[in-house]
């Protein structure tokens, strides 16, 4: 009888801990749509509730207040922060990739999809960290994170012998920052109207011309 019972607290756990999971990202979800809509100092935690179906309570569980949302937001949500960077498909395949001049234009081809999905929230960190402390805390470490792992790409160019010369690993690091940056996607996208396309070729031919040696 005990040996039966087992099994069950086990799956009960397991189905527990599934629903906490869905949960959690759709309150994340109805997070992304209440910041998108209202800004952040309009997205207020009971609206946040109420847009996903849940309490208070079960808001707060989620994530650490309302920064922990927007960044939660930002890293596209729990399960997918989960996955290190360097094994998601995308960038596994620019890892494995073995011509340098391959590597970028697979990096090139990863930008436009990132900033069309988290290009609007990044707008609303932006707008919010410039009155808040935390927020702007956020962007400065998600600004490190970017660039320790533009620096590991770095590295990935300079063990195939590719890097130019005269680059340290630290300003090539700089220059793929700078050269696909937000404000830059912006720049060429959304205000001078260029199409993905374009934008994706030139980022590739221009990191190739700024890089390779």
């Known amino acids: 009888m ?7 607290r086990r799956y ?10 869905e949960t959690g990202a759709r309150v994340v979800a109805a ?42 937001a930002v890293a596209g949500g729990s399960a997918r922060a989960a996955v290190p960077a360097e094994e998601r498909p995308a960038i596994r395949a620019i890892i494995d990739e073995r011509d340098p001049s391959k590597q970028l234009q697979l ?22 960290a410039l009155s ?9 470490e998600q600004d490190s994170e970017r660039h320790a792992g533009l620096s590991r790409f770095v590295q990935l160019l300079e063990e195939h012998g590719a890097l130019r010369k005269d680059l340290t690993r630290e300003h ?5 920052m700078t050269l696909g940056s937000l404000a830059t996607y912006d720049s ?4 001078r109207r260029w199409t993905h396309d374009q934008y994706e070729t030139w980022l590739a031919d221009t990191l190739q011309h700024c890089l390779l040696s």
Do not use: C, M, N
Request: no cysteine; glycine share 10%; net charge positive.
């Open 132 to 140: 808040e402390p935390d927020l702007r805390k956020l962007q400065q």
């Open 107 to 128: 990096y090139a081809h990863t930008q436009p999809g990132i900033w069309q999905r988290v290009g609007p929230l990044l707008r609303v960190l932006a707008a919010a």
């Open 188 to 191: 060429l996208v959304a205000t």
């Open 12 to 21: 009960d756990s397991a189905g527990r801990r599934r629903q906490a999971e």
């Open 172 to 176: 090539a690091a700089d220059i793929i």
């Open 2 to 8: 005990s040996g039966s019972a087992r099994p069950k």
């Open 31 to 72: 997070a992304t749509r209440v910041f998108l809509e209202h800004g952040y100092a309009g997205a207020t935690i009971p609206a946040i509730a109420a847009e996903a179906g849940v309490s208070l309570q079960t808001v707060y569980r989620a994530a650490p207040g309302k920064a922990g949302l927007l960044a939660a």
